[in-house]
């Protein structure tokens, strides 16, 4: 299970070193996608092929349901750290998570949230659980 928030830097040509106490939980070979709400998901191999096997069930003729995996499945890059455990994110995700320099790496359970220091510390809704999200886990019996 991946928590907590941690800062981490790019390097100039779009590489992330994995942390160390992270390494075994991810494996030799992860995902990286794009997330919701403008950040990058980071997936271990097994919760990919669980979340793969989700997605099965979305029928071809939904086209919303389209459009989410190729995104999620056409963007979707296979990381396989360096020895020196750096990983490069493509130019593309890049872009999308306006991730230039600074990050944020959160821990979300079975994945993690790769943010912009920048964009992260600028969206107000994004820092405090408020009482509606509250509300709503409570609906979902979290």
Do not use: N
């Amino acid at each position: 299970m991946f928590l907590g928030r941690t800062q981490h830097s790019i390097d100039t040509k779009g590489r992330w070193i994995v942390p160390s106490k992270l390494r075994a939980d991810l494996g030799g070979l992860f995902y990286v996608t794009f997330g919701f709400d403008g950040c990058l998901y980071v997936y271990p191999r097994a919760e990919w092929e669980k979340m793969a096997e989700k997605t099965q069930a979305i029928p071809t003729s939904d086209k919303e349901g389209r459009k989410f995996l190729r995104s999620f499945f056409g963007e979707a890059m296979e990381a396989a750290p360096d020895g020196q455990w750096r990983i490069l994110i493509s130019e593309r995700l890049r872009e999308y998570a306006k991730i230039d320099k600074e990050v944020y790496l959160i821990g979300v359970g079975s994945k993690l949230e790769l943010w912009s220091k920048e964009v992260y510390d600028s969206a107000a809704d994004l820092e405090v659980v408020g009482d509606d999200i509250l509300s709503k886990m409570a609906d979902l019996g979290i």
